[in-house]
Structure formats: structure tokens, C-alpha cells
């Protein structure tokens, strides 16, 4: 008879984003439970499974679009060198980053969400409770014509740590303030074709 695949144990988390990920397609489901079986892994759980496809984990995606909600560039810019310094594709990233910030605001209008944990909603509901839709949507916005400057671009950090400050920017007509000084820093590398270092944390320093 044919061969009997034993699948790891999996979390609900787990399966609603290989769902998510294959569109339905049971194929591709197959393929990433397949992937899973191969290295081995007796527990299959939301993070791995993001892990194994190259998308940010959730956690980092929190921080940044909270640190946006509260204008808190610090806690942006490190959360995101982090997930730069693992390699992710800042093109997926971004789209994370907006998904996220779309649930938000359905969240913030429906009060209900699917496929999130426990932990995961209340977490939510707080970020929600401290800021309103029109933040959100100017967010989601934002976060569009960043991800389209992206893709256009040959220097895609630069663009995308400008855009993140950029985001950041509580007072957009005080063109003294620190977070103007950065961006412009950064633009003017940009018009420079100042070559990106692949160490991250140097961009911190602008």
C-alpha cells in the first residue's frame, strides 16, 4: 500500500496561517506541512511556521505599528533593524506591517477579529483602546505608498527605514524637528547613491 506521512502536532494558530498562506489550496497546505515533516519538528506552532516561510513574527509587527500609533521612533526603528538584521524581505515585511494595521481597524470597528491567539487580541484591544480610525487609516495609507516606493526602489532600506520616521512624525510642518533632521540625513544618502551596509545597526545613527 502507499507510505503513511505522520504530520507533527499543530496548533489551531498554526493551520489558520498555512491556510492563509496556500489561499486553500490544499497543495500547497501539503507542501508546507511536507517542509515541516522534513526538518523534523515534532511541534508545529504560529511562529514556526511563519519562520519556515520568511515572515516577520507577529511580535515584531506589534511593536512596530504601536511604536507608529505613539509617535515612538526609537522603539520603530529598533524593532525594525531587528527583523533587518534576520534578513526578512522588507517588501513582505511592509505588507505585514499593513494587514496588520488593517485588522486593527476592523477590529476597532467590528470589536471581533479571527485568526489571532488570546494573548494576541488582547494585545490588540489595547493598541485599539489608545488610538482612533482616522490614525489607523492615515497608517494603513501611509504604509501603501511606502510598500510602492519599495518596490520601485534599487535602495529599499533607506527608503524604508525614511518611510518608517516619516510615519513617525507627529508635527509634519515643523521642519526643525529631529525626526525631519533624520529623514533628510537619510535622502541625502539616498541622493548620493550611498551604498547600504549590510549592518543594520549603523542606520541607527542617522
Known sequence: GCPVVSYP???????????ILSEGAMRDALSILERCVQDGVNNIDDDYI???????????IKKIIEG??????????????????????????VWELIKFAKDLLIYKTSNKLDL????????IDRICRDTDKGRLLKVVYDLSELENS????????IIFQAGLIK???KEQGNTNSDLERRIKDLEEKLR?????SSNIQSQNNV
Open 150 to 157: 519599495i518596490k520601485m526602489s534599487s535602495q529599499k532600506i
Open 167 to 169: 510615519l513617525c512624525n
Open 116 to 123: 489571532y491567539s488570546k494573548e494576541d487580541l488582547e494585545d
Open 192 to 196: 548620493n547613491g550611498v551604498a547600504v
Open 50 to 60: 511563519k519562520e519556515l516561510v520568511g515572515i516577520p513574527k507577529l511580535s515584531y
Open 9 to 19: 502536532d499543530q496548533t489551531e494558530e498554526a493551520l489558520n496561517t498555512i491556510a
Open 68 to 93: 507608529i500609533l505613539s509617535y515612538n521612533i526609537e522603539q520603530v526603528l529598533e524593532s525594525s533593524n531587528q527583523i533587518l538584521e534576520e534578513g526578512k524581505d522588507i517588501t513582505n515585511f
